[in-house]
């Protein structure tokens, strides 16, 4: 979505952070103001005490997010999913990645300037401390310059201290939403010797958000994050993404005291004033009348500004605005394309899927195995026993007492030992003798049905074989 009169064709040769020799250019970026970044701030009040709260809440006794990928335990939204929960968890992340894919061909990356964490803790808790301590740009680049006085130590060592508190209590969080409260606090309370590697990763997990937020910035974004880099193979020309109207606003030119806007539009001008107003505001540095860029994060800080603008020189606002190109190009509604309905039946399709597969999964999981070596034996009544090894993983956060009931007819199910109770979370395992009437078996092996059940109530059925005489031997 170029500018065809855009002036400055070389934007895509150089990056907007670096100087023609590779060497970082620091960020100045003004304050925004405007509807749309009061929205966004009421917007990362909720996101951020989510975000915070988040590994405090519980459901069921569970936390709400749990990522342990050392031990492989996984909860969503209190449910615990388990190694064995394999199928959910590639549905899971099908159903993100095709998420992903629907919301940025249908919204670019609306993800990015609203709601991913690093730009709401970036520009809504870390660049308001900035501006609080230093100012706003013009104080910041001037404070920049100023040689080494009393103020400016006091000022700089100020914000650090607190964005190294910041990324403590970040980075802390970030460790919760990985081992969990309890393992936090027992890191927090209990002798440092016992938890050394713990608190390896405190102060890793601290040093790298302090890193991110104080020096390295914009550069997650335009660098590191792959979703911007994979943006550009999943817009259209009907995605919706903030874009500036090169018909409307060229050609750009600044305006002269004396001008009205009739007298200006006769020079050919457009609405631009080239007040670089726009730009100044951008947390990545970019000019986004050069067009839609990989390293514009959709903040809508050149909305805002623009709209200022517009309004003082009262031309109607939106010469920068969340369009699609074809909108701006042909004046063309927003649409839905076939491609996009089809993503959206994709994940539509998927989450049903998943909700399905949650729904009437079991509390546990049951696995039942002969005993390795093991064939069949002959009792004193005549009968015919096969020994199984029965595993059972309790993936809930209470105590579950188990009972195994064979559904076949003419047998029966022994528990070799103590009854089974699965503690919260943990694996039991146990020996099972099933017996089976002479007149039960067929020759060679015999399907039996297993019931396993808790407090009454059949929670699984396990279906496996059991091994007898051939028909001469029986006979
Ligand atoms: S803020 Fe608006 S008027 Fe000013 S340079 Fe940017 S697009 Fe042009
Ligand atoms: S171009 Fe606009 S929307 Fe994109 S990052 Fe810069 S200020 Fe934000």
């Not at 040689?147 to 100020?158: C, E, R, T, Y």
């Amino acid at each position: 979505m170029e500018s065809a009169s855009s002036p400055k064709e070389d934007f895509r040769d150089h990056l907007s952070t670096a100087d023609k020799d590779g060497r970082r250019q620091w960020l100045f970026p003004r304050k925004p103001h405007g509807p749309y970044f009061r929205a966004r701030t009421y917007l990362s009040w909720l996101l951020l005490a989510v975000m915070f709260a988040g590994p405090f809440v519980r459901i069921h006794g569970n936390p709400l997010l749990l990522l342990n990928f050392v031990e492989r335990k996984f909860i969503i939204l209190g449910q615990i999913f388990w190694p064995q929960d394999m199928i959910i968890s590639a549905v899971t992340l099908l159903i993100f990645f095709t998420g992903i894919i629907v919301f940025t061909a249908a919204f670019g990356r609306l993800w990015c300037g609203w709601t991913c964490p690093q730009t709401v803790l970036m520009e809504m808790v870390f660049r308001k401390i900035e501006y609080w301590i230093e100012g706003d740009s013009t104080e910041q680049r001037a404070l920049a310059k100023a040689p080494w006085s009393g103020a400016k130590i006091f000022k700089k060592l100020s914000k650090h201290a607190l964005f190294f508190g910041l990324s403590f209590i970040v980075g802390n969080t970030l460790l919760a939403y990985i081992i969990g409260t309890e393992q936090l606090y027992n890191i927090v309370t209990d002798n440092p010797a016992n938890h050394a590697q713990g608190l390896v990763f405190m102060l890793l997990f601290t040093l790298i958000f302090y890193a991110i937020f104080a020096r390295f910035r914009e550069q997650a974004c335009t660098f590191i994050c792959p979703y911007g880099r994979f943006m550009s193979a999943l817009l259209d020309e009907n995605t919706v993404v903030v874009a500036y109207d090169y018909k409307r606003g060229e050609k750009r030119g600044s305006l002269k005291r004396s001008e009205n806007v009739e007298q200006r539009r006769a020079t050919g001008a457009g609405d631009c004033v080239n007040c670089f107003a726009c730009v100044s505001v951008c947390p990545t540095g970019i000019d986004i009348r050069n067009g839609t860029q990989m390293e514009c994060v959709h903040c809508t800080a050149c909305i805002d500004a623009c709209d200022n603008v517009m309004a003082k020189i009262n031309r109607p606002r939106g010469l920068i605005r969340y369009a699609s190109l074809n909108g701006i190009e042909r004046g063309e509604p927003l649409r839905v394309t076939p491609r996009l309905m089809g993503y959206c039946i994709l994940l539509l399709g998927l989450i049903g899927l998943w909700m399905v597969l949650v729904f009437t999964r079991s509390e546990v999981e049951t696995t039942l195995l002969r005993a390795p070596g093991a064939l069949f034996q002959q009792t004193a009544d005549g009968r015919f026993s096969n020994l199984y090894t029965v595993k059972v993983v309790n993936k809930t956060s209470h105590e579950v007492p188990i009972q195994l009931k064979l559904e076949n007819s003419n047998g029966e199910l022994q528990i070799m030992g103590e009854a089974i109770v699965v503690a919260p979370e943990k694996l039991a395992q146990n020996s099972i003798l099933i017996m089976l009437d002479k007149s039960a078996l067929k020759s060679g092996t015999t399907p039996v049905v297993v019931g396993v059940y808790s407090h009454g109530k059949r929670v699984q059925t396990i279906k496996t074989s059991f091994i007898g005489p051939r028909d001469d031997t029986a006979k």
